[in-house]
């Protein structure tokens, strides 16, 4: 895997890159609020919902498809809310017979309704959040977290959880190198190996060792880090100030999104 598989910045300078980060998270905040907030059902506010990000996407200059990709790592997640289709009382729709268990599963109107809402919520909460990643580079995200008052253990822990997965794919990256390099090829360029136990033997003690490796190496980061005058939180030389701007955005979009949420309860 490349390392830069891993950085979710898309590099531009469209209008939403250059909005304050603060505003652009609690932006962000607000739209996946109101997305979760959104009644069983409300179909046209989650088109509304889906409009008003593609628009923002646009603005932005980030290809959707890019987005859309990177948004479908979420589903298998959602997926797992399948259940609510067979326990929420309702119309049946479909009755499903599982002859090894026993079991006979009903369908609802009520759970099919449930369920897509919580696609659908989740869809767009995701998708949001992988705009907001793209157009804001990780130290500003942790800056704007600590700038709308998140407690700075919580920042930090968010800071050590994202650098030090590329201290892991490193130390995996190097394993696997070491690995390959001691590894004898048979005909044809057949890999040697053992069994299905043998193999699965080696890899439990490759996930061992690399857990080792990268406890030794988080430790020398550590001391590398407070040798240069980390004290617990991330410092910035710089305090930018929320431009007038920047607040207009925000209101606007805070407005558009309390529009969307009154329609969702009263007309859709």
Do not use: C
Request: net charge positive; charged share 15%; aromatic share 8%.
């Amino acid at each position: 895997m490349h390392i830069n598989v891993l950085d979710q910045f898309h590099n531009g300078d469209s209008p939403i890159h250059r909005l304050d980060p603060r505003v652009k998270l609690l932006g962000a905040l607000a739209f996946i609020l109101t997305a979760a907030l959104t009644p069983d059902g409300a179909w046209l506010a989650f088109v509304a919902l889906a409009v008003l990000w593609l628009a923002l996407v646009l603005m932005a200059d980030v290809p959707p498809g890019l987005l859309l990709r990177r948004g479908l790592v979420a589903l298998p997640f959602a997926a797992a809310a399948v259940t609510v289709l067979f326990t929420l009382p309702g119309q049946a729709l479909l009755t499903v017979h599982v002859p090894v268990f026993g079991w006979q599963l009903t369908i609802s109107d009520a759970g099919v309704v449930r369920f897509v809402t919580i696609m659908l919520k989740s869809g767009v909460s995701v998708l949001m959040a992988t705009l907001l990643a793209a157009t804001t580079t990780f130290p500003d995200l942790l800056r704007a977290m600590r700038g709308i008052g998140i407690p700075k253990v919580l920042v930090g822990t968010i800071g050590f959880m994202y650098r030090y997965i590329f201290v892991l794919v490193d130390e995996v990256q190097t394993m696997l190198r070491a690995r390959d390099a001691r590894s004898a090829a048979g005909p044809a360029g057949q890999r040697a190996g053992g069994t299905v136990f043998w193999r699965a033997r080696i890899v439990g003690g490759m996930v061992g060792s690399l857990f080792v490796r990268s406890l030794a190496r988080s430790e020398r980061v550590y001391q590398a880090m407070a040798s240069r005058g980390y004290a617990g939180e991330l410092r910035w030389l710089d305090k930018p100030k929320v431009k007038s701007m920047d607040i207009v955005w925000l209101a606007v979009m805070v407005l558009v999104l309390l529009m969307i949420q009154l329609w969702a309860r009263l007309v859709a």
